[in-house]
């Protein structure tokens, strides 16, 4: 073990230590800020990393168990607005991980998937009357954090075979042809990113983004291919969204970018207004929006696009200035979310070159988690960016499967 992977494994094993108590998340956030059923930010977040961590510490079960109980303690919430990353989705999400570390909670792992079974066709008939409507999609219909690209992760991954998988699938078919009354994407939204109203943000906007743009579906899609499932007009809608990509990818000697988001006046005159690549995040930047075209890529054995998503991320990570934009260690935005993204695409990649650049963005996180706050949420803090850690410190892929909640995977 080098020295980065061993400072890594004891940053790991003290954040998990510094999470036993369940209570104690209650008392740092608040009560009325407590929401165990979160994924993002709640109890449900830190049995992931429970999970995980039980894998190679049986003993540690026991912590795995408190912490789900808190996780499922109370009223679940099934209403509409439950995703993967809250809810009863996101429980489903963390039993089934804490059922492959321990061989336990079969029962409540099987009542929480029919649960999300009946909540995603409830919302796919919602989806599906929007556009015979003819209406434009709120992000939230379809995203990954909050929509039902994050629903299909869960169902991909827990049951590929049922029908309501092919069925999210054929909804996201539909949700990229074209806009009948606009000519926009199925995709474009009439409000902006944080779900402004139209009067803030005129037009709508596209959204470019993995955590809630459309490179999620374009994952998710991909990632069902390679596995064999498939719908009618599954690989045309994979090549519709990378049309998109490629109209708007933009050219720098530092290598290749997109655009967070364009507006409506951006799409008219066809003209990307953002001069220069922003922060290199997994949820908005090159890494994300890299993988999701390596993902698509590989399942439908585009050589060309596989090598050009592949150079893209490696020229994002080896360019100085973008890489001083990571300033944190957390997954959505930090150092955790680059190098969990950069170690699946390198573990699929063609040549080493991304391999080569793990020990770096190692150091990187090492150095961050270091220097942070502690803090419990999964997207934004420490336990996150524990995760991260472990895959770089085991040098293996998550027996838990939790990027699974990242579409990495």
């Not at 009542?111 to 209406?135: N, P, V, W, Y």
């Not at 009948?180 to 943000?201: E, I, R, V």
């Not at 066809?270 to 929006?289: K, M």
């Amino acid at each position: 073990m080098t020295q980065t992977t061993s400072k890594l494994q004891t940053l790991v094993d003290d954040i998990a230590k510094s999470l036993t108590d369940p209570a104690s998340l209650r008392t740092s956030t608040g009560a009325h800020d407590y929401l165990p059923q979160s994924l993002a930010g709640g109890a449900a977040g830190i049995t992931l990393l429970h999970s995980e961590y039980t894998f190679t510490r049986p003993t540690h079960s026991p912590t795995l168990r408190a912490w789900l109980t808190a996780a499922t303690r109370g009223n679940l919430n099934g209403s509409s607005s439950a995703s993967l990353f809250f809810g009863v989705p996101a429980l489903a999400f963390v039993t089934s991980a804490a059922n492959k570390a321990t061989g336990h909670y079969r029962q409540a792992m099987t009542q929480l998937a029919a649960a999300a079974q009946e909540l995603t066709r409830s919302r796919l008939d919602a989806a599906h009357a929007r556009i015979d409507r003819g209406d434009l999609p709120a992000l939230a219909e379809f995203d990954l954090i909050r929509g039902l690209t994050g629903l299909g992760a869960y169902h991909l991954h827990q049951d590929p075979d049922h029908d309501v998988t092919a069925a999210v699938l054929t909804y996201l078919v539909r949700l990229t042809e074209r806009h009948a009354a606009s000519g926009l994407p199925g995709w474009w939204t009439n409000h902006g990113p944080t779900g402004q109203p139209p009067s803030d943000y005129p037009g709508g906007h596209g959204n470019f983004g993995m955590a809630h743009g459309i490179t999620g579906p374009l994952a998710l899609l991909s990632l069902a291919l390679s596995s064999g499932i498939a719908v009618p007009g599954h690989t045309d809608a994979i090549d519709r969204i990378c049309h998109w990509l490629d109209e708007w990818q933009q050219d720098a000697p530092a290598g290749p970018w997109w655009p967070r988001t364009i507006t409506l006046n951006e799409a008219d005159a066809a003209r990307c207004d953002q001069s220069s690549p922003l922060q290199p995040s997994w949820c908005y930047g090159t890494p994300g929006i890299a993988r999701s075209q390596q993902l698509a890529a590989l399942a439908t054995g585009d050589l060309a696009r596989r090598r050009a998503a592949e150079t893209a991320l490696l020229s994002c990570i080896t360019d100085p200035s973008q890489l001083a934009r990571i300033d944190g260690p957390s997954l959505c935005h930090g150092s955790a979310g680059l190098l969990q993204t950069t170690w699946r695409v390198a573990r699929d990649a063609e040549t080493g070159a991304l391999t080569s650049q793990l020990p770096g963005l190692a150091d990187l996180l090492s150095n961050h988690l270091q220097s942070a706050p502690r803090s419990t949420e999964l997207l934004e803090g420490s336990t996150g960016a524990a995760l991260a850690a472990q895959t770089a410190a085991t040098h293996e892929a998550p027996r838990s499967s939790w990027d699974v909640c990242m579409l990495l995977a």
